[in-house]
């Protein structure tokens, strides 16, 4: 049972996130990045737990690697935390219709774009913890093709109605994870998109499909909803360029109902399809990937789980 939140210390917090936001902007976003990879480097010396999980995964997932590969793509990993947090302060300020093209290169992303554009059946967009994941459906709410993205409200209820209000204003409509249903379904048979990010452990209820090797829990939601409607799934990233505030938004991959209407198993085929997209997408750039969450937790039945899973 969640704790009881005090409302005192929920509007201190706020008013110091504002605080930090206005500080931040003193400065140019590449400035700020930088500032974010020192922080990133404190995080991975001194926090072992964290540093620990991440090299188990990343052991696991690239057992051809030396330990010292390893160990630069678990710290880079967490920069990136850090870096995606200062992007957060910036992206409703730098990205608009007039400068988007400034920040960002798209990459086999006209296909995509035009299944927005016809809006005759509805559409699943998903990603992963890779990049800036969020600046996926903030972009394409930008260019016109307003966007519905699942989401779990943050915490601090003020702190979530500012962030989530920002991306509303710019046409992104955040629908709240838990009883998220409806919702979906209303944009789905109005034709309109709505995204996911696909790579959260799903628990003992998930199907179990392979991602680096190793079984992964993974929700079934997605792909029934695709069934169900029987709409594409477009595999999406937000590649960081270079460590600054300019991206490769690309589509990794695009799954058809007739690709999965003549398989055994459409449910498994669909899931595993687009979790073999998102290991492709780590793949190409392994430091952009967080590493540090609990994407391996729960284990098949029979399997022990390790330590740092």
């Known amino acids: 049972m969640a704790k009881p939140r005090i409302d005192f210390i929920d509007r201190l917090q706020y008013v110091g996130f504002r605080i930090v936001s206005m500080l931040m902007q003193c400065w140019p976003v590449n400035a700020n990045l930088r500032a974010a990879k020192r922080l990133g480097d404190l995080l991975y010396r001194f926090d072992r737990k964290h540093r620990e999980r991440a090299l188990a995964n990343l052991r696991r997932s690239f057992p051809e690697k030396s330990e010292k590969d390893r160990e630069d793509i678990a710290r880079r990993s967490m920069q990136e935390l850090f870096m995606f947090f200062v992007e957060m302060f910036f992206t409703t300020r730098l990205i608009r219709i007039d400068t988007w093209a400034r920040y960002m290169t798209l990459e086999n992303f006209a296909r995509p774009l035009e299944l927005m ?34 989401a779990r409200p943050l915490d601090n209820p003020h702190l979530s109605e500012y962030v989530f209000g920002n991306r509303a204003k710019q046409g992104q409509k955040m629908i709240d994870k838990k009883g998220a249903t409806n919702e979906v379904l209303d944009v789905i048979e109005s034709g309109g998109a709505v995204g996911f990010v696909a790579d ?13 090797g190793r079984k992964a829990s993974t929700y079934k939601s997605i792909a029934l909803l695709a069934m169900q409607y029987e709409v594409p799934v477009v595999i999406g990233y937000a590649r960081r360029v270079n460590d600054e505030f ?12 007739a690709d999965w209407k003549d398989q055994n198993d459409p449910l498994r085929y669909i899931t595993q399809r687009y979790t073999l997209a998102l290991e492709q997408v780590v793949r190409a750039d392994p430091g952009q990937y967080w590493w540090v969450h609990r994407r ?8 022990v789980a390790e330590k740092y899973d």
């Open 296 to 303: 391996w937790k729960t284990r098949p039945k029979g399997e």
């Open 200 to 212: 959260q452990n799903a628990g003992s209820k998930g199907v179990f499909v392979d991602f680096f």
């Open 117 to 150: 554009v016809r809006r005759d059946g509805g559409l699943i967009m998903l990603t992963g913890h890779y990049g800036n994941f969020e600046i996926l459906g903030y972009l394409m709410a930008t260019l016109g093709f307003p966007t519905s993205s699942v």
């Open 246 to 257: 300019k991206f490769i938004v690309g589509a990794q991959d695009i799954i058809y109902p």
